[in-house]
């Protein structure tokens, strides 16, 4: 919280920026999100002010999407792919040991619909950068072994 | 009893009805006024189970069948509310098309055969049920909705017996807690369906969008605000989404404590000028609930907080319930039985007229009173006391509007319905903020903003209206207060400089010379905006681009309130905004007008009633003999042919020593009376203080006789609205006095030796009508029938009048007047150099007597100095500090909310609590036309206290 003043300058800046598009709403949230890695929820009344939104549509439209986080996230993000694909191949057996694996760390795991992967699942993305296939529990674990040594 | 018809009676379509073309702008969710001549419509004929059926095309097959006597089993739609198609039981067959469609949301077609009754109709609707139950906590005998629940009455119609996905009694929110915060209802998520019915309410109908569902798929909910309680979140808590919620989640917290209601009577709310219809639901003699009427034209099923819940004064602690005597203010009360404390009154009124002659005595009534009492209160003081020492507290609202449209249209009331806003085009909002003020007229205002109508706010302050969600207007000219007359003036420059007048229908309606005069005034170069900028403070860009925009508006009306009136050039800016309307054609039909939003529940009618000193019912001067003569064959007296005293020239003749009795019925002119040393002063020279109120009110402590009034759910009797709507007031209780206020008139005019017979206030309203013309055709027994009327109501409007002017102005021709903008005496000085105005909150009530005692207090429990920020940081003010505020006449203290919603140089408070002491700082000034005080303007200075 030490650095809010920042963090309110940013969304400030973002809406700004964007609020006279046409449909602002959600590229307003994708911008923040991209920026802070996520959208505090004190920017939701300035965002809703800005657009003649209530708060609560633009907290509708913030927890409708998978995608948008209201907290910040831990240092790495981790979506394992709980689509119909995957989870004919073993894919929620592989979320439900993520979210044991992951208890009280500083890595956050989420859900996530269709990776593209279909065809090699189950599937994992992290950070949005990197797409791993075929990810068994013992493959997710070294994954997550790197990672938290990894600074 | 059939399973779609609630308790109460009214019959559920299912979804909106749809108005055909060219008859009546159809509102999103909108209510179509029965009596509407259909007109060139298109219309379907089509068969629903064999019925044949004719209805508007476009209308939905569940509201077709509902008109052919066929309910459609349903969850998610219900007819205040635009259908949404999400629950899936009300689908239906149509021969010849594949599927089952969603008879909610599928339009009727010409041809059609519906089939809603099938084995396999049967089986999906049971299948869908099955569902919901399956995740429906099964504790129905125990829960608050237990016979009033849609979600129940839908198992039993569509046959639910068994529920294979196990009948565990949970709901899958398990870690859901009751959000009990706000005052009046609660919120169960354990029992929600997610029928979405509560979000639309909040968007559609209120338009307050403080719902939401958040998630999505199984994890939907609904959400208030962020997540958050209730109170916490943007909700204004006016009901509608407990109204519309088919199952207990959302519940009035007295039902929940009570249970459900065995009978409903129809009645009207007793706080503002929207006058909305109620349905007051009962067990015995005591209120479950009140829930808005839909066939109340006024609301049509809307309500805002304080009609909708903050009725339980009516029973609070704080009622007197018996008369009380005291010789002097100083002795303490003296309880008395009725007859004593009347004879007692009657003594010393006449021992008062005897020794100072027959014009020291007089009477006030108050705008809260039903019509009968206001009318009854003034045959008193002109029959028995026999002088016209008569007025009303609406002197200190609207008197301006009274004369400023009599002058220039030939009536003194509001022009339109509010239904009308549904057609305007561009909507001028002056002086008012409806918002707070008129909360159920907002939302039909907002209702068509929404549908694309421009809007213009006029007001020194930033109100609600200005920029909130899904609203934004299109200019706001932020004026100085007590400009109001220049920014107009400086309107009607541009129209005519700029060739937007409309010429047609000013030659054809409005007078030649007056007209011509006028518009050689407004010309002058010194009322073009450009000049008067200095003065307003509003950029002359900002007037012109306002002045187009109303005047180019096919529709334009204006909707004005006490930002206007209550100035020392009150009555000037209203006939400027009817000389505007007039200049533009902007009268006599529906979506335009002139609308004063009224701030009493019955402002409009205490007028009406002839509540002047110099006026008789119906706006008939008392110097008019042949009027005087109809009213003294009827009742039998002498009329004076002089007006009387108005309520500042009582108090200054108090002070005089030459008016000393004063019968004062539902009025706190103490608090409510601009500088209160002055009032309290005047109260306290006189000799006999009569007061009739529900509770010890401020004027109380200067009576020496106390006679307790009866709510308005303890007398029968008639309000008239801001539209000009005689609605009925109904009785549901019996008074916890013994009489109700038109009986006390009554027994205190036959101590004085004049005695009125009447045995129920109907006799009272055939009264009025046979001695005034605009009331002639108004009768309970057609209120009854209509629900309500609207006058003029005679001969030639039989049925009422909701338009006014159409063709032909009232007084015949349109009379334009000049208005030359006179800067108040009030003027800013180095001592004095902020300029406060003031205004009032949505929860609270004038001066509060009533809404101070319901939990009510929870929104807003104290007034507070809104300042804008260079002024507090000039002061060295912080957010919640209590600073003093100074006047040229008394001081008092206040909590400061420092914002941008105010202009630097304008201060702003409310009035709706006695300790604040607001009218101690307000001045006498007044209304040159009409004596309203000038509550808008005060110079003032804040200082921080010290030590503070
Ligand atoms: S009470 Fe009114 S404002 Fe509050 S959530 Fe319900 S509909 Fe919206
Ligand atoms: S609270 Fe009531 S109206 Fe709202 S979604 Fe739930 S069941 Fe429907
Ligand atoms: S206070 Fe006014 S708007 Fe609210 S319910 Fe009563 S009449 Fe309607
Ligand atoms: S279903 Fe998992 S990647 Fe497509
Ligand atoms: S009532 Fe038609 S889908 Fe719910």
């Known amino acids: 919280m030490e650095n809010l003043p920042a963090i309110e300058r940013t969304i400030e800046a973002i809406v700004a920026a964007k609020q006279s598009l046409p449909g602002a709403l959600l590229p307003i949230l994708h911008e923040i999100q991209d920026g802070l890695g996520y959208i505090p929820s004190e920017s939701v009344p300035r965002i809703a002010k800005a657009l003649n939104l209530s708060r609560a549509e633009v907290h509708g439209v913030i927890t409708y999407y998978q995608h948008f986080r209201q907290i910040p996230p831990g240092r790495h993000v981790l979506r394992v792919c709980c689509a119909e694909a995957c989870q004919a191949v073993g894919g929620e057996a592989l979320a439900e040991h993520a979210r044991l694996r992951l208890q009280g760390s500083d890595l956050t795991l989420e859900p996530v619909y269709c990776l593209g992967l279909c065809a090699c699942g189950p599937a994992l993305q992290i950070d949005e950068t990197t797409l791993h296939a075929r990810v068994t529990p013992q493959k997710f674990d070294a994954l997550v072994d790197a990672l938290e040594v990894d600074p | ?948």
Not at chain 2, 321 to 343: F, G, N
Not at chain 2, 638 to 645: F, W
């Open chain 2, 1 to 948: 009893m059939n399973a779609y018809v609630k308790a109460c009676g009214e019959t559920d379509f299912g979804t909106p009805q749809k108005v055909p073309e060219g008859t009546q702008s159809a509102g999103a969710g909108g209510l179509c006024m029965s009596g509407t001549p259909l007109r060139g419509q298109a219309t379907a004929i089509l068969e629903i189970d064999g019925v044949s059926v004719t209805v508007p095309a476009g209308t939905s097959l569940m509201r077709a069948a509902a008109e052919a006597g066929v309910m459609v089993p349903r969850l998610c739609a219900t007819d205040s509310l635009e259908a949404f198609g999400s629950c899936r039981l009300c689908l239906v067959e149509i021969e010849g098309r594949r599927g089952f469609p969603a008879s909610c949301t599928t339009p009727a077609e010409a041809g059609m055969k519906v089939r809603t009754q099938s084995p396999q109709l049967a089986k999906l609707r049971r299948n869908v049920m099955e569902l919901y139950i399956s995740d429906h906590p099964l504790d129905c005998l125990t829960c608050s909705a237990n016979g009033n629940c849609e979600l129940q009455t839908m198992a039993g119609v569509v046959g639910l017996r068994d529920v294979r996905y196990g009948m565990t009694g949970v709901n899958h929110f398990t870690d859901s807690v009751t959000d009990d915060s706000n005052p009046y209802f609660s919120f169960d998520p354990g029992k929600c369906i997610v029928c979405n019915r509560c979000v639309r309410a909040c968007e559609e109908q209120q338009g307050t969008f403080a719902l939401t569902i958040s998630g999505r798929g199984f994890e939907s909910r609904v959400a208030a605000g962020q997540s958050e309680s209730f109170m916490n979140s943007e909700c204004v808590s006016c009901g509608a989404c407990v109204n519309v919620c088919p199952t207990a989640t959302l519940m009035e917290k007295t039902v929940i404590d009570k249970g459900q209601a065995e009978h409903s009577v129809i009645t009207t709310c007793a706080y503002c000028g929207v006058g909305c219809g109620f349905r007051a639901e009962m067990q015995g003699s005591d209120v479950v609930r009140m829930v808005p009427w839909k066939d109340g034209r006024a609301n049509e099923g809307h309500a805002c907080v304080k009609g909708r819940f903050a009725w339980g004064y009516a029973t609070h602690p704080d009622r007197v319930t018996k008369p009380m005597i005291r010789a002097k203010i100083t002795d303490p009360w003296c309880e008395v039985s009725w007859e004593e404390a009347l004879r007692h009154t009657a003594s010393e009124f006449r021992r008062i007229q005897a020794k100072h002659g027959r014009n020291s005595i007089g009477g006030i009534v108050s705008s809260r009173c039903t019509n009968e009492e206001g009318y009854l209160v003034q045959k008193l003081v002109r029959a028995a006391f026999g002088n016209n020492n008569v007025d009303t507290c609406a002197r200190v609202c609207h008197s301006p509007t009274g004369y400023g449209l009599k002058q220039t249209l030939g009536e003194s009331a509001g022009t339109q319905t509010f239904k009308s806003v549904e057609k305007s085009d561009v909507i001028v909002v002056i002086g008012a903020n409806p918002s707070d003020g008129h909360p159920v007229f907002a939302s039909r205002l907002k209702r068509r903003v929404r549908e694309g109508a421009q809007l213009i706010v006029i007001d020194p302050r930033e109100i609600d209206l200005v920029n909130s969600p899904h609203i934004k207007a299109a200019h706001h000219l932020k004026l100085k207060p007590g400009t109001n007359v220049a920014v107009l003036s400086a309107m009607a420059h541009v129209i005519v400089t700029e060739g937007l007048l409309d010429e047609d229908f000013i030659a054809e309606r409005c007078e030649d010379k007056a007209f011509a005069d006028w518009r050689e005034f407004v010309v002058r170069p010194t009322n073009s905006p450009e000049a008067l900028e200095g003065a307003s403070g509003v950029p002359a860009a900002e007037v012109r681009g306002a002045a187009r925009l109303y005047a180019r508006a096919g529709n334009g009306a204006i909707y004005y309130g006490l930002g206007v009136t209550e100035h020392s050039q009150g009555s000037t800016a209203v006939i400027a905004i009817a000389n505007l309307a007039m200049a533009t054609g902007n009268v006599g039909r529906e979506g335009v007008g002139v609308n004063p939003l009224r701030g009493q529940n019955n402002v409009q009618g205490s007028c009406d009633m002839g509540s002047f000193p110099h006026e008789l019912p119906g706006y008939r001067h008392v110097s008019d003999t042949l009027t005087r003569e109809l009213f003294e064959r009827d009742w039998g007296v002498v009329i004076q042919p002089e007006p009387g005293l108005r309520i500042p020239n009582m108090l200054d003749a108090a002070l005089d020593g030459s008016f000393l009795g004063l019968y004062c019925q539902g009025e706190d002119p103490a608090q409510s009376d601009p500088n209160t040393t002055h009032v309290t002063a005047a109260l306290a020279a006189m000799e006999c203080v009569v007061v009739q109120d529900l509770f010890l009110n401020e004027t109380a402590k200067y009576a020496h006789v106390f006679l307790p009034g009866a709510s308005f759910l303890e007398k029968d009797g008639t309000f008239t609205n801001a539209e000009r709507r005689i609605s009925r007031v109904r009785r549901v209780m019996t008074p916890l006095t013994g009489m109700a206020d038109w009986e006390v008139t009554m027994a205190l005019s036959k101590a004085l030796g004049y005695e009125m017979h009447y045995a129920h206030p109907s006799e009272i309203m055939d009264e009025i009508g046979r001695l005034t013309p605009t009331f002639a055709g108004v009768n309970y027994e057609k209120l009854d029938a209509a629900g309500s009327l609207q006058w003029p109501c005679n001969d030639d409007a039989p049925e009422g009048t909701p338009t006014m002017h159409v063709g032909q102005f009232v007084r015949g021709k349109g009379r334009f007047l000049i208005t030359q903008y006179v800067p108040t005496d009030e003027k800013i000085t180095r001592r004095f150099p902020l300029l406060l105005t003031t205004g009032r909150v949505l929860s609270q009530y004038n001066v509060g007597a009533q809404t101070r005692r319901t939990a009510n207090a929870d929104f807003y429990g104290a007034d507070l100095l809104e300042i804008h920020p260079h002024d507090a940081e000039e002061r060295g003010i912080r957010d919640g500090d209590r600073v003093g505020v100074e006047s040229r006449v008394g001081s008092t203290t206040l909590p400061v909310s420092i914002t941008e919603r105010v202009q630097p140089g304008v201060v702003y408070t409310t009035f709706h609590f006695p300790e604040s002491g607001a009218n101690v700082v307000t001045t006498d000034n007044s209304d040159w036309a009409t004596n309203c005080p000038e509550y808008k303007v005060t110079a003032v200075q804040v200082s921080r206290l010290v030590g503070a």
